[in-house]
């Protein structure tokens, strides 16, 4: 079992839909969570950053994370066509003082008009 | 500000050449990281370098791959005796000082995809 569970999609809306994408994971030493977008050939780019529980807005973005059920989501209102990507999770914990991040294999979205 | 540059954006060879794989990190970036993007298996952790300290390489999945970071900065990821599985994208990515409470926002660069025939 991967520590990190992702569900790949696709994932289909249609423009101005809220999307739901969500992880859960095994590992309970995780304390920092990200979302990271990534476009068709090229590199992933950071969207939010969340430490331990609770909620974060930016934007028509929100990242939620449940440590007590070890899932967690981003939620995306009035979804664009620009939106359309491939979102990861990814979680990290201290080690050694390194910041090794564990990916979720990734959601494609496409939103359609 | 300038991100992360990684070259070349694309590298085929053959079976059994060695490649080298570059990245430039973000000015003021003192940690850095490579992982690896393969169909399937998502993004796998390579090998992390934070300041003069020593790399850990405990994702490298065979001793044919190494890296160096030299003086602080640019960072060369070196595959020996290419194989096909080694087919994939390479990342890197930086962040600020990696230590307890910073350093958990990694920015990416566009990846080397590298396919060995």
């Known amino acids: 079992q991967k520590e990190v569970e992702q569900d790949p999609g696709p994932l289909s809306v249609p423009e101005g839909a809220i999307v739901s994408l969500n992880c859960t994971y095994s590992n309970s030493a995780f304390q920092y969570f990200m979302w990271y977008r990534q476009y068709s050939r090229k590199g992933p780019e950071l969207l939010m950053y969340t430490y331990s529980s609770g909620n974060k807005e930016d934007g028509r973005f929100t990242a939620q994370v449940d440590k007590s059920s070890k899932y967690i989501s981003l939620f995306i209102r009035d979804s664009q066509p620009s939106d359309s990507a491939t979102y990861l999770c990814?979680?990290?914990?201290?080690?050694?003082?390194?910041?090794?991040?564990?990916f979720g294999t990734g959601t494609q979205l496409k939103v359609e008009l | 500000g300038a991100g992360v540059s990684q070259s070349p954006s694309n590298k085929v060879t053959e079976k059994g050449k060695d490649v080298e794989l570059r990245c430039d990190p973000i000015s003021g970036h003192t940690a850095l990281y490579w992982y690896r993007q393969s169909l399937g298996q998502g993004l796998e952790f390579l090998i992390y370098f934070q300041g003069n300290s020593a790399p850990d390489k405990s994702g490298l999945p065979s001793d044919r791959f190494s890296a160096e970071r030299t003086g602080g900065s640019v960072s060369t990821l070196t595959i020996q005796r290419t194989q096909q599985e080694d087919s994939a994208v390479y990342l890197c990515?930086?962040?600020?000082?990696?230590?307890?409470?910073?350093?958990?926002?990694?920015?990416f660069g566009p990846g080397t995809r590298l396919t060995v025939t």
């Open positions: 990814a979680m990290s914990h201290l080690t050694g003082g390194g910041n090794k991040l564990t």
């Open positions: 990515a930086s962040s600020l000082a990696a230590y307890r409470g910073s350093g958990h926002e990694q920015y």
